[in-house]
């Protein structure tokens, strides 16, 4: 089935660095999440944008919808162990109700 | 309040049964979607029930049905297992039909052998 394009695939950090990672798609969303999965565990959502150009922040995290509806950014300041997990972007357009379709994620590991 | 609950936790199961998977949405959620991710991938829509009524299907076999009760909470059967059906399957919860975030359960991890 159709996935966004997320990259990187893989990221091997140390405590303290900033992360970014993105998506990006052929076709146009109406609205990008970023969603965090740890082991034996469901996707737990950490941002949500609706609009274009819209940049959001939750705590450390920092996402950005992209201007051309075609993109998103999802960065991680000053990461900590905890931010070990995969991360997934995922897009919804309004004609298709709650249809998400995710990225292959982004498996980050944090060494202290 | 409750998050997503989903059961079983695991099942494992052989070629050419079936399976009942059970999904309960945050309390006042009236859609519920089912997503199949198989290991190293991102989750697949595979149905979007909103006020019981299909809304939504995904690119799977006819071997794959759902429907939602009156309370909101829903099933997904699989008829006809094969092993490319093993999988994480997931249940996600949203207020309304579009435009809002869903939230996930833990999943039912379902093994074929």
């Known amino acids: 089935g159709q996935q966004l394009n997320q990259s990187p695939q893989s990221m091997f950090i140390q405590e303290g660095e900033d992360v970014s990672m993105n998506c990006t798609s052929s076709?146009?969303?109406?609205?990008w999440l970023w969603y965090k999965q740890d082991p034996g565990e469901g996707p737990v959502l950490l941002i949500a944008?609706?609009?274009?150009?819209e940049l959001t922040s939750n705590g450390r995290l920092t996402a950005q919808f992209g201007i051309t509806r075609k993109d998103s950014f999802l960065n991680i300041s000053a990461s900590i162990p905890s931010d070990v997990g995969i991360y997934f972007c995922a897009g919804q357009r309004e004609t298709s109700g709650s249809r998400l379709t995710f990225g292959e994620g982004t498996q980050l590991t944090v060494n202290p | 309040d409750a998050g997503v609950t989903q059961s079983p936790t695991h099942l494992i199961k052989t070629r050419g049964q079936h399976v009942t998977l059970r999904c309960s949405p945050i309390s006042g959620h009236k859609s519920v979607s089912w997503y199949q991710q198989v290991l190293g991938q991102g989750p697949q829509f595979i149905f979007q029930?909103?006020?019981?009524?299909?809304?939504g299907r995904g690119n799977f076999p006819d071997r794959f049905s759902a429907r939602q009760f009156p309370n909101y909470s829903s099933e997904l059967n699989v008829n006809a297992l094969l092993l490319g059906d093993s999988a994480l399957y997931l249940c996600a919860s949203s207020s309304k039909y579009s435009h809002q975030p869903q939230h996930f359960g833990d999943g039912t991890r379902l093994s074929i052998l």
């Open positions: 029930y909103y006020e019981k009524e299909e809304r």
């Open positions: 076709s146009i969303f109406n609205t």
């Open positions: 944008l609706y609009k274009a150009g």
